[in-house]
């Protein structure tokens, strides 16, 4: 634990506020819909648009499914109740013991949600403010499912580069704004892993075997 929270503090920094508004747009959906165009024409390239629309279909079950199972963990979503008995893990944002300070997180929560000024130690952009828990990062776990699936049918070292590329700066964004412990990602990209394999087993057993090589 205390590793995870000393990586996540040598991370997470305030680099003014260009810096939180390019980690927000980062963190956000509209930016990344030219890759999401970029890959369907790229799939189209290689095997039409029948194969288009089957990675499509499994595309969006992939994500989100990535997003239900990390809920499960965070008490919210369709399967937020599958583990009642699991305790939820903060956000750093909302972990007093980062700032050094002896109360609950709710109370932390609260002092965010006001935009309290302060000498923080976490560094959180206002707009980044929402969601008490961090444990598994649905950000982390979508676009890793997008990147293994995309990538492993693609098949172009400069595509899967570039994919790589993406999750790191989404993965980073997360850490800056304040709302995961790099442990949280790495769940997220375990989640993701096994989605985005499944996903590319399917589009395997329903597309040309030609095609998918």
Known sequence: ??????LFLALNFD???FMDRLMLIISG???WLPLYALILWLVW????????????????AALVLSDMVSGIFKHNGVLGDLMPGFEPRWRPMFTPALEGLDIAPDSLRALRMAGTPGDWT????????SGRYGTVSAHAATIVALAVL???VIRRRWFTWLMVLCTLVICYSRIYLGKHFPM????????????GW????????FTDRRTAK
């Open 122 to 129: 976490v560094h959180v952009p206002v707009e980044a403010v």
């Open 29 to 31: 959906t509209a930016m």
């Open 150 to 152: 995309s990538a492993s």
């Open 198 to 205: 499944a996903a590319f087993w399917a589009y395997r057993k």
């Open 15 to 17: 680099g003014g506020p």
């Open 1 to 6: 634990m205390n590793c995870d929270h000393n």
């Open 45 to 60: 390239r290689r095997g039409g648009w029948r194969n288009v629309i089957v990675f499509t279909l499994l595309m969006v």
């Open 184 to 195: 949280d990602l790495v769940w997220g990209t375990l989640v993701g892993v096994i989605l």
